[in-house]
């Protein structure tokens, strides 16, 4: 267990190489991946967040950490796929159409992964159908839209619009952000909640999904 | 050289001035804003169309962020059309050809000339700082930051070496627009840095040291700064990014442009402790939930106004109350962001 726990040192601290090291060595000597992800990994992804909320981190920190996680995840997949292992829940993100800021919708599908979710990143300006494209076809239960700008913003409320004219609304829960969004905006058109961080989105996901 | 008073900003404070910055709301009050914006003459109609309705004696541009990325990617021989998703992906060239600036961004220069010629407006240029620009140029620009500031080098890790190239040509690109600008008669220069903040350089990184911050914000702004004064020109130095103490303190005291704009996440009447006597500090309204009347009523604007007027009086820095960044026309929300700016220069607390 100690060996693991420097897992879980090298994604607060945001050493990917370590992280994918000691991944690698735990898989070599039988470690279920599955406990790699539920006993070091979520919670030192959940760390990560706390200390962002206390303001000892910041996105640099949040991301490395990330991308630390992604290191070890990647040698996780292929075995957790064979395996039939199920993840928290499915979640397709995105930024909104005529928006090509990525980097809020970034942490939040990062801390997602961290999480257990299994993240469909539809990158940024993304166009309504492509959301409704993988709800029906990737089996995605929580759509988060990302909003960097004012002048996008009604770009969430015709996505939104757009799954219920597919008649996919009531399949999934969707969640709005970004720096310009509101609580307020979030309910007038129509979201089912607004994370104003990536850790509060995490939160609200788990909630929708009964993590 | 231009011939603009050094101490233009501090008079225009002790007059009790007040504006937004707010071209964007006149532009896209034109027939065709997409074709305005690339018409010199007509942009330099609605700059100083906006001005007159502001009260604002300078020529206050569009804060367009995207024109010096557009001019390097055309310089790369890509269309100025794919900028925006264009990030470097290998190292980039040393340097790059001289070609026409692409269409919105000579139109911008364009429009600065007509200021001149014809109005009696302070004409006014902008550009996206070096740094800002950096980061647009890759596709994680926090990445290569983080592992440069704990001591990575380029020749271990590609991602950093494609950092520091892109520097290069970043600063070369900004230095090209704000000349041309100069050139075109600007006597004050807006530089954006937004992203000079902590969303890419943490105070963790700074902590530290190695110096991240004065190698890549600090140093490019000072030469940005002193080029912008050989031409006798002043610096408008634009933030509206989460920033720490520290941070506002070198903007204000290392770069001492002759104004400091902070976003709405800062506390204006307390960063006056950390900014010289002679920097106007401008701002910093939460400009950018004017949109919504559930998220901001205009009550809220009023009270909001009233309590930065009173306290930044209080302190006595000179002060020119402001949006937080520029005001951006929000399809179907037009009249209520009108309202609430109506409101921003009317509300005076009570004497």
Redesign the interface.
């Known amino acids: 267990m100690a060996e693991l726990n420097r897992l879980n040192q090298a994604i607060l601290e945001?050493d990917a190489k370590t992280a994918a090291a000691v991944t690698r060595e735990a898989l070599d000597g039988g470690v279920d991946p599955v406990v790699l992800i539920q006993k070091h990994m979520v919670p030192a992804m959940d760390e990560v967040g706390r200390l962002y909320e206390a303001e000892?981190?910041?996105?640099?920190?949040l991301?490395?950490a990330a991308?630390a996680m992604k290191a070890s995840l990647e040698l996780l997949r292929p075995l957790l796929a064979a395996s039939g292992a199920e993840p928290a829940g499915r979640v397709v993100i995105g930024t909104v159409k005529g928006d090509?800021h990525d980097?809020g919708k970034n942490l939040v599908g990062s801390m997602l992964e961290g999480g257990g979710f299994e993240v469909i990143d539809l990158g940024a300006?993304v166009a309504p159908d492509k959301f409704i494209e993988a709800i029906q076809t990737r089996g995605a239960r929580i759509v988060c839209l990302s909003a960097l700008?004012?002048?996008t913003?009604?770009s969430m409320k015709k996505t939104i619009e757009a799954l219920k004219e597919a008649g996919v609304r009531d399949q999934v829960k969707v969640l709005v952000g970004g720096?310009?969004v509101?609580p307020?905006?979030a309910e007038?058109i129509g979201a089912d909640g607004y994370g104003e961080t990536a850790n509060a989105a995490v939160a609200l996901a788990r909630r929708f999904s009964g993590v | 050289m231009s011939g603009v008073d050094q101490g233009l900003f501090l008079d225009l404070a002790r007059r009790s001035l007040r504006f937004p910055i707010a071209a964007d709301l006149t532009l896209h009050e034109q027939a065709e804003p997409e074709t305005a914006r690339r018409d010199a003459t007509i942009l330099g109609r609605v700059i100083a169309e906006s001005a007159k309705r502001w009260g604002c004696p300078i020529g206050l541009p569009l804060m367009d962020l995207r024109l010096e990325k557009a001019d390097l990617v055309s310089r790369l021989g890509l269309p100025a059309e794919e900028a925006e998703r264009f990030h470097f992906a290998e190292p980039p060239p040393d340097t790059l050809p001289e070609r026409p600036f692409p269409e919105a961004h000579a139109a911008a220069i364009g429009a600065i000339r007509w200021v001149r010629a014809h109005t009696a407006l302070v004409p006014c240029g902008i550009t996206i700082g070096p740094f800002s620009l950096l980061t647009r140029l890759l596709a994680d620009p926090i990445t290569p930051l983080a592992l440069l500031a704990r001591g990575g080098d380029g020749r271990e890790d590609p991602e950093i070496e494609v950092a520091l190239r892109a520097r290069t040509l970043a600063m070369e690109t900004v230095e090209r627009s704000v000349g041309a600008q100069l050139e075109a008669g600007a006597e004050v220069i807006i530089v954006c840095e937004p992203s000079a903040s902590t969303a890419y350089l943490s105070p963790r990184q700074m902590r530290a040291g190695g110096g991240l911050f004065e190698e890549f914000v600090l140093a490019p702004n000072r030469r940005l700064r002193d080029r912008i004064r050989a031409a006798g020109a002043l610096l408008f130095f634009h933030n509206c990014g989460e920033l720490t103490d520290a941070m506002v303190a070198a903007f204000g005291a290392d770069l001492h442009p002759e104004v400091l704009s902070l976003g709405s996440s800062r506390d204006l009447a307390a960063d006056t402790a950390l900014a010289p006597e002679d920097v106007v500090l401008y701002g910093n309204l939460p400009t950018r939930r004017f949109y919504s009347d559930s998220a901001m009523p205009v009550e809220e604007v009023v009270r909001l106004t009233v309590d930065l007027v009173a306290r930044m009086r209080a302190t006595g820095h000179a002060h020119i109350p402001g949006s937080e960044c520029d005001v951006l026309h929000v399809e179907g929300a037009a009249e209520t962001i009108g309202v609430k700016l109506a409101a921003f220069m009317k509300a005076e607390p009570e004497a």
């Open positions: 945001g000892e981190y910041f996105v640099p920190e991301l490395l991308r090509l980097i300006d700008l004012t002048v913003m009604p720096a310009p509101t307020q905006f007038e």
